[in-house]
């Protein structure tokens, strides 16, 4: 017992180093040798856990989608009142996006290389669970206003969560390309109270 849990521990702080070198190296730079280093063990360690790059990454990204799923589902559950959940489930989309900067940068290096290729397939199905459970969530929190009379329906259910989504990654990427010019959380904020506002019956 105390072996697996040894293996899964180290299979995660492989996982966190290579976090920190692709965002360091990008991609394509990065080599299984400079994640071994990052951790401080042997390469061949590595690949006791990881056919090779590719997998490693993929594994990573996996990694960071549970993390991020968690996060926001937390934040939903703060709360019983409705438009409290859905401020917070937005708010928290922006949080994310702080917290985890590093994946994301890594996350977009990857995506360009991949429209660069034509092979966007791989990503986009391990992105593809990903917001359909953000969607989901979304969905249900604004059906649960809407059950209760505390939301007006603007728009069928499923086109406002992938409205509020598509709103949160144009103002992330805003940021990112303004070269973090204004305070990302403050005008996630700002964002959130204009949706709240804009479905509260």
Same mark, same amino acid.
């Given at each position: 017992?105390?072996?697996?849990?040894?293996?899964?521990?180290?299979?995660?702080?492989? /996982? !966190?180093?290579? #976090? @920190?070198? =692709?965002? %360091?190296?990008?991609?394509?730079? *990065?080599?299984? +040798?400079?994640?071994?280093? $990052?951790?401080?063990?042997?390469?061949?360690?590595?690949?006791?856990?990881?056919?090779?790059?590719?997998?490693?990454?993929?594994?990573?990204?996996?990694? /960071? !989608?549970?993390? #991020? @799923?968690? =996060?926001? %589902?937390?934040?939903?559950?703060? *709360?019983?009142? +409705?438009?409290?959940?859905? $401020?917070?489930?937005?708010?928290?989309?922006?949080?994310?996006?702080?917290?985890?900067?590093?994946?994301?940068?890594?996350?977009?290096?990857?995506?360009?290389?991949?429209?660069?290729?034509?092979?966007?397939?791989?990503?986009?199905?391990?992105?593809?669970?990903?917001?359909?459970?953000?969607?989901?969530?979304?969905?249900?929190?604004?059906?649960?206003?809407?059950?209760?009379?505390?939301?007006?329906?603007?728009?069928?259910?499923?086109?406002?969560?992938?409205?509020?989504?598509?709103?949160?990654?144009?103002?992330?990427?805003?940021?990112?390309?303004?070269?973090?010019?204004?305070?990302?959380?403050?005008?996630?904020?700002?964002?959130?109270?204009?949706?709240?506002?804009?479905?509260?019956?």
């Amino acid at each position: 017992m105390m072996m697996r849990v040894d293996k899964v521990e180290k299979r995660k702080k492989i /996982l !966190e180093g290579a #976090l @920190l070198v =692709f965002a %360091e190296k990008g991609y394509h730079k *990065t080599k299984m +040798v400079d994640v071994a280093h $990052k951790v401080g063990i042997g390469k061949a360690t590595i690949y006791e856990y990881f056919r090779n790059k590719e997998e490693l990454f993929f594994s990573l990204i996996e990694l /960071l !989608e549970t993390r #991020l @799923l968690h =996060f926001i %589902e937390d934040a939903a559950r703060s *709360t019983e009142d +409705v438009e409290s959940r859905l $401020k917070r489930v937005i708010n928290s989309l922006f949080e994310v996006y702080i917290r985890w900067e590093n994946a994301f940068r890594v996350l977009l290096m990857f995506w360009a290389e991949l429209l660069r290729k034509g092979e966007t397939r791989p990503i986009q199905e391990k992105l593809k669970d990903f917001y359909a459970n953000l969607m989901r969530l979304i969905e249900t929190i604004y059906k649960d206003g809407l059950k209760k009379r505390k939301f007006k329906e603007v728009m069928p259910p499923e086109q406002f969560a992938r409205s509020v989504i598509a709103m949160a990654d144009g103002l992330t990427f805003q940021w990112i390309l303004s070269n973090k010019s204004f305070d990302l959380i403050d005008s996630g904020r700002k964002c959130a109270e204009f949706i709240v506002n804009s479905v509260t019956a």
